[in-house]
């Protein structure tokens, strides 16, 4: 089954500049993708356009939707997508558990279900006991850690990643990307990963997606053989 879909899709920004595609891209569920391309090519834009945080200039983007009817004060599942930028944008006044709990509490969940979710989250990447701890406490690797939390609280089944870990040093990029994979075997969500770095590409996903320069269409597609299982 697909999680998403996208067909002949293309976005033209209003001062005309064509950022993307056409592009042709089917990524099956439970499969973790990477999208690697120059810079400005599109990705980020193949990103939005997937979260409907925009919308295409043609084409159709095409997402698998959930079974079954929404249950009122829980997260709405239809929209099923968790999204981390490269910018861990959090808010720097309230907690690190207050950050996480936001998408919840915006969707109208109950305060000790959300808090009870938040902290899950949170133990899931490894940062049970600093609920309490303010952002500005944290290093880079934990702020990054709290807005990974933050995308997988609502339990997504699809986690768009723009370029996570490009800010951060070589050692923490390194354990994230352990503990990333990890979280993918557990969870299995299907997972969109832009980053500039092919090392990081091949290592993470089953899937490696070339995009020529702007605007961005497929180069290459192809599947990463490993020794080891992956889920
Ligand atoms: P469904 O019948 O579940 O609605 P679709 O109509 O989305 O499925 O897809 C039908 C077939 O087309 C599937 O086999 C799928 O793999 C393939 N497909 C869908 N989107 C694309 C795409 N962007 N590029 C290539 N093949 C695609
Ligand atoms: P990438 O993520 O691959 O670096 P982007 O998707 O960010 O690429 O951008 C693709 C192209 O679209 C770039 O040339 C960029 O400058 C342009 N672009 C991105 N966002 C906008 C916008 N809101 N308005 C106009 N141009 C944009």
């Not at 997504?156 to 994979?181: G, Q, S, Y």
Request: a positive charge.
């Amino acid at each position: 089954a697909l999680a998403v879909s996208l067909r002949g899709v293309t976005k033209a920004y209003d001062n005309g500049l064509m950022a993307l595609g056409p592009l042709d891209l089917a990524v099956r569920k439970g499969e973790f993708i990477s999208l690697l391309g120059p810079s400005g090519c599109g990705k980020s834009t193949a990103l939005r356009l997937i979260a409907e945080l925009s919308a295409p200039s043609s084409g159709i983007v095409r997402l698998a939707r959930r079974e079954g009817t929404p249950q009122p004060g829980h997260v709405h599942p239809g929209h099923g997508i968790g999204f981390v930028f490269q910018e861990p944008t959090l808010m720097p006044w309230t907690s690190v558990r207050e950050n996480v709990r936001l998408p919840l509490k915006l969707s109208g969940v109950p305060k000790a279900e959300s808090r009870a979710r938040a902290d899950e989250a949170l133990a899931s990447v490894g940062l049970a006991d600093f609920a309490d701890a303010f952002p500005r406490e944290l290093s880079g690797g934990m702020k990054m850690r709290v807005s990974l939390a933050r995308a997988l609280v609502t339990d997504p089944d699809i986690l768009l990643m723009d370029e996570p870990f490009a800010a951060l040093d070589e050692i923490t990029r390194f354990r994230l990307n352990d503990d990333l994979l990890a979280l993918w075997r557990r969870l299995g969500k299907t997972v969109i990963f832009v980053t500039h770095s092919v090392f990081e590409s091949v290592y993470l996903s089953q899937r490696v997606v070339v995009m020529t320069a702007r605007p961005g269409r497929i180069q290459a597609d192809f599947r990463v053989e490993t020794v080891e299982p992956r889920g």
